[in-house]
């Protein structure tokens, strides 16, 4: 395996060593193995990576020289793809996702993301011309402009995290921005692996960019709350999103935040239990269940549920899991003991409760690394901990409903609204539930939503804001409104 990565800072233009030389350890989840030591940033990094970010922002052409910035972003996905295989291996080794998930969301997928907001910083204008308008005897002029937000605090997590991190960068270089990246500290390499590309191999002025990976929360607190910072992007738990929102209050800084999910698929007829249990069944064990958008819950007529779950049954028992390096793999490791355990705790908390488990359930053994069986669980109660609260695990719920309105009633029942599906053989009846469900995206008779031209991002507690498309840029932009006298 390729020892490729880099484990040091981007700060102010320069790679560099943390302060102090501070490092904390990456981990393969699959093997236990460290993968190398990463440099570990201090709240003294963090500070001069958002005093950089403020200097680049105030006093250089970057917010305004829209043909710069495409070129840099191209210039950023072109090494991307120069050293692609280098990359593939670093985020096996390191997020343990399966190297099949790698051509898609895990890694080249997101430099697609990245052409997407080249294109776009070429070809926006949101000026919008208001017209004249009298006001006090004299007419007026007035017309809207968008400009960049300023200084932008980015905060990813660890299970997709090339994809988070470009989903935040691509869309606020393109408006303008400056950055500061954190990365997750379950991942650091791969972050300070972009951070290295940019220096290297991208024309994106000092300052620009800066790339941290930190053990240390009060790294974190300092991306929050410094005066400096105008914009914070987070994606992670609706917990930490919560207490991010509470600390920027105080600076009112505007908070850009892609949460949790608790995703349900919804079956309306016995045609369409079959596929809707296979589907629903593949997405909950995607990436081992570490997706904020998959379809956790299975909503499935009453009379049918029992068919559903043995569909579900024989998908999750026939999935390979293991290796993430070999293409046959469909389930990796978690990302570590802590969440192995966690998942564990709560389908043994569910099964205490009366669920009972048709699937998997507990911790793979056999081998080093932080694998867990593909579970179905099913008479579960809608309103559970493990049918209310993210897991992030590989862990599916089948629960039923006796009709349409009881079956959006169920999928709404939850303080999350982030994605979900229907399936029905009547494709007007499908639509309508769909357009009943109260979350940001939702797929209909399996149409895919994901692309980097839609938006993303959910209602409720799933967050606030939307990556993608124009939308995710226009989160990156001020609105300011200009007047002049008429005729001027």
Not at 74 to 84: E, H, K, V
Not at 184 to 207: N, Q, R, S, Y
Request: net charge negative; with cysteine; proline share 4%.
């Amino acid at each position: 395996m390729t020892t490729w990565h880099e484990p040091n800072l981007l700060i102010d233009g320069e790679l560099t060593e943390a302060t102090g030389g501070r490092t904390f350890s990456s981990v393969n989840p699959a093997t236990e193995e460290v993968i190398a030591e990463a440099a570990d940033a201090t709240v003294a990094d963090a500070q001069r990576a958002i005093a950089a970010a403020r200097r680049a922002f105030d006093e250089t052409s970057w917010s305004t020289d829209a043909a710069l910035r495409s070129r840099c972003l191209r210039q950023l996905a072109s090494a991307m793809r120069d050293n692609l295989e280098d990359l593939r291996t670093l985020t096996v080794a390191e997020v343990g996702v399966p190297v099949s998930m790698t051509s898609g969301p895990a890694l080249e997928g997101p430099i697609d993301l990245i052409d997407y907001y080249a294109g776009l910083a070429e070809t926006y204008d949101g000026t919008v011309d208001l017209g004249d308008f009298e006001a006090y005897g004299a007419m007026h002029h007035r017309w809207v402009e968008r400009e960049a937000y300023g200084v932008v605090s980015a905060i990813s997590a660890y299970n997709y995290p090339t994809q988070l991190n470009l989903a935040k960068l691509g869309p606020a270089l393109a408006a303008g921005c400056t950055v500061v990246l954190k990365g997750a500290p379950d991942t650091p390499l791969i972050t300070l692996a972009l951070g290295k590309l940019i220096a290297e191999h991208t024309d994106i002025p000092v300052g620009v960019v800066s790339v941290l990976a930190s053990s240390d929360v009060e790294t974190g607190v300092v991306m929050t709350t410094d005066p400096n910072v105008d914009m914070i992007t987070f994606t992670g738990s609706t917990a930490v999103g919560k207490s991010i929102m509470s600390v920027a209050s105080d600076t009112l800084k505007k908070c850009f935040l892609e949460l949790g999910g608790k995703s349900a698929m919804i079956v309306l007829d016995e045609e369409s239990v079959d596929g809707g249990a296979f589907g629903c069944a593949m997405a909950a064990n995607s990436h081992s269940g570490q997706g904020c958008a998959i379809t956790s819950r299975l909503v499935v007529p009453r009379a049918h549920v029992d068919k559903a779950v043995e569909m579900a049954k024989q998908v999750v028992e026939g999935l390979q899991v293991g290796d993430p390096f070999d293409p046959g793999t469909f389930l990796g490791p978690l990302i570590s003991e802590k969440q192995r355990d966690k998942v564990h705790a709560m389908v043994e908390r569910a099964v205490a409760e009366g669920a009972k488990v048709v699937a998997g359930g507990k911790p793979v053994d056999s081998q080093k690394g932080f694998f867990f069986q593909p579970t179905v669980l099913v008479d579960v109660d809608e309103n559970s901990e493990i049918a209310q609260d993210e897991v992030f695990g590989p862990v599916l719920v089948v629960l039923a409903h006796d009709g349409d309105d009881d079956a959006v009633r169920i999928a709404n029942n939850s303080k999350y609204g982030l994605s979900g599906g229907v399936l029905a053989a009547d494709h007007e009846r499908a639509l309508s539930v769909a357009r009943r469900v109260r979350t940001g995206t939702v797929s209909v008779n399996g149409g895919m939503w994901h692309a980097p031209d839609a938006p993303f991002g959910g209602y409720k507690q799933s967050g606030i804001g939307r990556e993608n498309g124009v939308a995710g840029l226009e989160e990156f932009l001020q609105t300011k409104v200009l007047a002049e006298p008429s005729g001027r």
